[in-house]
Nanobody, 113 residues
Framework: QVQLVESGGGSVQAGSSLTLTCTAS????????MAWDRQAPGKEREFVAA?????????DYGDSVKGRFTISRDNTGMTAYLQMNSLKPDDPAIYYC?????WGQGTQVPVSS
């Protein structure tokens, strides 16, 4: 069974940085697109970033995080990272990792001003 497990969440101050990690298990290849979404209380889930499987230099970002967040994945393709810089008070949310089929349980990132 495929599982996606996020880690790295935690409280940070506005302006600081944090890296989230998503590790996939149960797959034999890391050729799937991996992505991060987030959902803040009372808001709809929002697309954050995505990185392709085979062309790992191909990435996409939501408008609210462009220029501040960077998505990447390791050489195996099984782990994806979300480097978040210049965190803003608008960034607090539960961050979810997903691929084309599966979702992780989410990791919380609260940001204090």
């Amino acid at each position: 069974q495929v599982q996606l497990v996020e880690s790295g969440g935690g409280s940070v101050q506005a302006g600081s940085s944090l890296t989230l990690t998503c590790t996939a298990s149960g797959r034999t290849a890391g050729s799937y697109t991996m992505a991060w979404d987030r959902q803040a209380p009372g808001k709809e889930r929002e697309f954050v970033a995505a990185v392709q499987g085979r062309r790992r230099n191909v990435t996409d970002y939501g408008d609210s995080v462009k220029g501040r967040f960077t998505i990447s994945r390791d050489n195996t393709g099984m782990t994806a990272y979300l480097q978040m810089n210049s965190l803003k008070p608008d960034d607090p949310a539960i961050y979810y990792c997903r691929d084309t089929t599966y979702w992780g349980q989410g990791t919380q990132v609260p940001v204090s001003s």
